[in-house]
């Protein structure tokens, strides 16, 4: 407890608190003194604390101060009815509840100082569902949690920009190249004009330069438009195609429509999904994942140095020597029963190959046919265009 005291006065004595205590005479403090030390340490960590607890009822200092504690995460020893004497100690100010308390805050005031900032706008709002049900205040909700989601990407791009390494100096540097820069072009700007005024009816050309640049944007613009539409069409061109091969999958589903060959293709088409859902596609999927964690760890690391790299160079090419002394160990001690193991590994992994490889075939195959059912259907639209009857294909 000595150490503890020691080290909450060492604290209170330092910017920003400067409190000026010692030993004896933060010990001798009255219960609303103490309460009113802790408030100060609380208001340093959240401004909103900023409360003279004389004029506030001791049930809503405690209900405040508990509240942020919440927040915090502060966990008061013992368990549910050492919970609440930690509450009735909180209202009256006792000793042996607001010492643990000070202690942690004043161990780790920079990181609370940022969990209360960010919980000011990541604490959600429930709403009853019942108020849901308005559409006012369903839009209301929906705009407050996306501008929660950008808030969240903000911050996060905020402290990755904090430890990404760039230097004040560097900015200040392309700062001031870039102030050059503008006052060289202003510079060419007025030359220019002066040039420009000795011109005849420089007025008039300038008014029609103005207007070409104007009709330039509009052609880009109507340009970008023509682009837009042409993709429409073409995701809308293929659309009916998709629909009006599965139209044509049905009728001929239709016209083979014994049980016995329905059912073959259907446990066909069971066992195909089933093994891209179970096995192929969860694979991909962690893969992608494991790509992905890898990836942000790497953007989320500070900028590396020529010494970093040497340093990770050196630490990979130990971990590969290891690693090559314990597959020798591995092979000078050939155990039969591993080996064996090896051999069964090594069939199940050529197994599983082979079956990716097929299920891959499979779908590849499936694309092509679709593929070339659409070109047949193009190629009937056009030939229907030219001379109005339809082509005859090789079944008919």
């Not at 927040?71 to 930690?86: C, E, Q, R, V, W």
């Not at 509009?218 to 599965?246: P, T």
């Amino acid at each position: 407890m000595s150490d503890q005291i020691k080290f909450i006065v060492d604290n209170l004595n330092k910017e920003p608190f400067r409190k000026n205590y010692n030993l004896i005479t933060f010990d001798s403090l009255e219960p609303m003194q103490l309460l009113q030390v802790l408030n100060d340490v609380l208001a340093e960590i959240d401004p909103k604390q900023v409360v003279d607890i004389r004029e506030e009822m001791p049930e809503q200092t405690a209900k405040r101060m508990l509240s942020l504690l919440g927040i915090l995460k502060y966990k008061p020893p013992g368990n549910a009815t050492d919970m609440s004497t930690f509450r009735q100690g909180l209202v009256i100010g006792s000793k042996p509840v607001i010492y643990p308390v000070l202690h942690w805050l004043l161990q780790r005031t920079n990181e609370l100082k940022k969990r209360a900032y960010l919980a000011r706008f990541l604490i959600k709002l429930e709403v009853p569902s019942e108020f849901l049900q308005d559409e006012t205040v369903a839009d209301t909700n929906k705009q407050y949690e996306e501008l929660m989601e950008a808030f969240k990407t903000l911050h996060k791009e905020c402290e990755q920009l904090k430890t990404s390494g760039f230097s004040t100096a560097e900015i200040r540097r392309d700062i001031s190249a870039m102030e050059e820069e503008k006052d060289q072009l202003i510079k060419r700007v007025e030359r220019l004009k002066k040039r420009v005024e000795t011109v005849q009816n420089h007025q008039r050309m300038l008014k029609i330069a103005r207007q070409l640049r104007v009709e330039k944007e509009r052609e880009e613009f109507l340009a970008q438009q023509k682009q837009e539409q042409k993709n429409q069409l073409f995701h809308a061109v293929q659309r009916l195609q998709r629909v009006q091969n599965q139209l044509k999958s049905m009728r001929h589903a239709a016209a083979d429509a014994k049980p016995e060959s329905l059912m073959k293709r259907l446990e066909e088409e069971i066992k195909f999904n089933s093994y891209m859902v179970t096995e192929k596609f969860p694979k991909e999927l962690e893969s992608k994942k494991k790509e992905l964690h890898f990836l942000q760890k790497v953007v989320s690391e500070p900028a590396m140095g020529q010494s970093d790299l040497l340093e990770l160079e050196s630490k990979i090419n130990e971990v590969n020597a290891q690693i090559n002394q314990l597959i020798e160990k591995k092979m000078m001690r050939n155990e039969p029963i591993e080996g064996k193991l090896s051999l069964y590994r090594q069939q199940a992994s050529i197994i599983s190959r082979k079956k990716e490889a097929k299920a891959e075939e499979l779908q590849e195959a499936k694309e092509k046919l679709a593929n070339l059912e659409r070109e047949v259907s193009v190629k009937t639209n056009q030939t229907r265009e030219f001379d109005g009857t339809e082509v005859l294909k090789g079944d008919e």
